[in-house]
């Protein structure tokens, strides 16, 4: 069951659809998150289990541009395939959207590598450059 509130962000238009469940969202409405009726079927009858459907539905929609963001108590979490200025600029604008104060951290995770830092709000609705990976940042 989540906690705290859910939204798929999209970083083509940087619109934002808040959810209760994402793997639930796209079994709702598949083609607001690129997949088709049929594609989804066919994703979901293949897997061994839910979880194992669940995590490839979500991994494919992060692969087609979407992000999944999760706020609980004072955590607020972005997942996405890769980062990129896109991506980035859709995190600043929710975040600016949904009044996140300067000083708040939010969790970064780029699930294709599998790196995860953590930013500042702020940084992060100014547009200011931040790194996918802190051990790159070090050897310049």
Known sequence: MPIGEGYWISSEDWEWVEIYEHFSA???????YGFSADELSVLIDEADSTSQAREAVLKLAMQRGWIRARFSRSTKVMEF????GDVLGAIGAFLKGTGAWENERVQ????ATGHAWVENAGALMRGEVVA???EEEDEE
């Open 132 to 134: 996918a990976n802190p």
């Open 108 to 111: 970064l995770h780029e699930v």
């Open 26 to 32: 796209i079994q709702k409405d598949p083609e607001t």
């Open 81 to 84: 395939w890769r980062q990129s």
